[in-house]
């Protein structure tokens, strides 16, 4: 069984810092691109950041680029996302996602599998 299992989340206040990690288990997804994205209140799920397999290619959403860094360790299975300066506007249930694409994607239906989440809440 394929399971993306996030960790990491937690309550933090305003300009800390959170280190996010995504493991894989019951396949390698060590050719997949992989996301993150994620679910604030009341908001529909959007896109934050992407990694392409190798690791050397990334994006990010304008709301996030400059704070948040998204890497991968290929032996580890494991992707990250270290994120900085948070503030209360990035509170939210972050999910890792893979996909199957080889161009850089955004969109949650180019990702097949995902991550139950984990909350990153922020306080003012």
């Known amino acids: 069984q394929v399971q993306l299992v996030e960790s990491g989340g937690g309550l933090v206040q305003a300009g800390a810092s959170l280190r996010l990690s995504c493991v894989a288990s019951?396949?390698?997804?060590?050719?997949?691109?992989m996301g993150w994205f994620r679910q604030g209140p009341g908001k529909e799920r959007e896109f934050v950041a992407y990694v392409n397999w190798s690791g050397h290619t990334t994006y990010y959403a304008q709301s996030v680029k400059g704070r948040f860094t998204i890497s991968r360790d290929i032996a580890k299975n494991t992707v990250y996302l270290q994120m900085n300066s948070l503030e209360p506007e990035d509170t939210a249930v972050y999910y890792c996602?893979?996909?199957?694409?080889?161009?850089?994607?955004?969109?949650?239906?180019?990702?097949?599998?995902w991550g139950q989440g984990t909350q990153v809440t922020v306080s003012s």
């Open positions: 996602a893979a996909t199957d694409a080889v161009a850089v994607v955004t969109t949650l239906s180019s990702y097949g599998y």
């Open positions: 019951g396949r390698t997804f060590s050719r997949n691109a």
